[in-house]
């Protein structure tokens, strides 16, 4: 069957792309938004909503007299893990085992409880090691996911992260003439946004390289969307240049994204494509970028480049023996002469001689193979005793400004970090030294700065240690942050799993007062 309901689960709404996906071509002939408006918009899939959210997609399906059919659904890159591993060269058949083991060493849930696929990267990694792009959903997550399908009498066909679906769509759009090719060879980014947030995805070729995702506060303010934008173009050019940023919405759409961004002093290069530009035209505008997701997955679909399928991810194959059936025409050859003479004997002691030596053959592959994983456990080690002095600064600077309490009681002049020595024993007692230089209106808002970083410490885990404020003295000139303090700590590394704050920014004033001048600068 050619024709697909392509589901697009966003965090503010919920958008089906009805059409057909064959012989390299993709075709939307119904779309179908449902976001807050009139009336509510979709509740959140989880495992108590799955059910009421599935009966209600049913109902609004038939209201828009569209006919039920085989299920693609993309997830977003917040409900997914996303890791990249380096494995030894194996059999194909051995392969997907090889690779779970490889990402699961580094999750700390339950095997159990998650789903991975992956898809395999073009270039070697190193010592001529193979790569993958690995992506997990935890379980409960995709059993919502089948449980509304079941719900809405469809059939799930597949599950996709939407990061994959949109490199398809915009793939599909540069091949259409839709929207005007990259320069050859350079990566891309992918921006889909709407009023809950969005998502930032790299790629080159088809290969996604990069993904985050865009808060819904962010989203929220163009000049923090545009900082948010130039920060993850900034993190990935370390490893290779951008060239052109594509906007999912119409192109030339008034007050529409790529207007907001360059009023806000986005100064990248920026395309815009429709992913419903061959589609139903009484979508409205504002709408139809939110369709990328559900779009590039028929797009996919069509192409036969679907890379990760939660509903039938890639499984470790039981590999078929060449010579069974030699085995088993001797062991009717060894029957028959058993019948006819004592040859029988001989010929049932042969066999079994072969299968020993065949057996030690496999037992001494398989200690070779362990032998050369040895190499690779200790450069993993290696790896990881380096990960572990790391200090995020990106996170660190974000938690920091989200730390400062509401009211401008206090502003940073200036922040040092210094990374502490490794003793002879290859030992730390912390990963970096932190002075956060500050003027305050008062001594209480410098006091509650500590009180942040100090609250921020687990139960188990001291992120920051040592941590204590000092008085510097009093800021120089007329300043409305006259206590000028200095807040000295020790950082300890963490997982970025570990920074669980989600700021929520408060635009400063327009005319808010100076700062004041730290003990190093001159005054005015």
Known sequence: MSRFLAIDLDPQGLFVAAGTAKAGAARVEQAVAWVPGADHGPPALSADTAKQLGEALRDRLKAAKVAPAPALVCVGRDRVIFREVEFPPVPPAEEPAVVRFQVLKELPENPDDLVLDYTPLPEPG???????????????????????CTAAGLKLAGVTPRPFAVAAGLAAAVAGGDVDAPPAGEAVAAVTLGPGGGEFTVVRGREVAFTRTVP????????????????????????????????????GRLGGWASRLKRAGFTAKVKSYDPLATSPADVPDE?????????GLLAAKAADAVPINFAAPRQPRAQVDPKRKLLIAGGVAAGLLFLVGGAAGYAVLSTAEERLALLQAEKADL???????????????????????????????????????????????KIESVASRIDKGGKQDSQAQLKVFMGAKTPEAASALLSAFNND?????????????????????????????????KVNHRDPKDYTRSAAFVTPPRRAAAPPASEDEEGP
Request: proline content about 3%.
């Open 126 to 148: 190193t010592d001529g090691q193979r790569r993958a792009a690995v992506v997990v959903i935890r379980k409960d997550v995709f059993a919502a996911v089948q449980a509304m």
């Open 216 to 251: 819904g506060p962010v989203a929220s303010n163009d000049v923090l969307l545009a900082a948010e934008l130039k920060r993850n173009v900034a993190v990935y050019q370390g490893t290779s240049p951008i060239g052109v940023v594509y906007l999912a919405e119409p192109a």
């Open 287 to 295: 709408l139809r970028g939110r369709f990328a997701g559900a779009a």
């Open 367 to 413: 200690e070779k193979k362990l032998t050369d994983l040895g190499p690779n456990r200790e450069r993993l080690k290696a790896v990881d005793q380096w990960q572990s002095r790391e200090v995020n600064y990106l996170d660190e600077m974000y938690d920091l400004s989200d730390r400062l309490a509401a009211g401008d009681q206090l502003r940073i002049t």
């Open 457 to 489: 410490n687990a139960a188990a885990k001291k992120y920051y240690v040592g941590a204590q404020n000092s008085t510097v003295g009093t800021a120089t000139g007329s300043t409305a942050y006259p206590r000028l303090f200095t807040l000295v700590t």
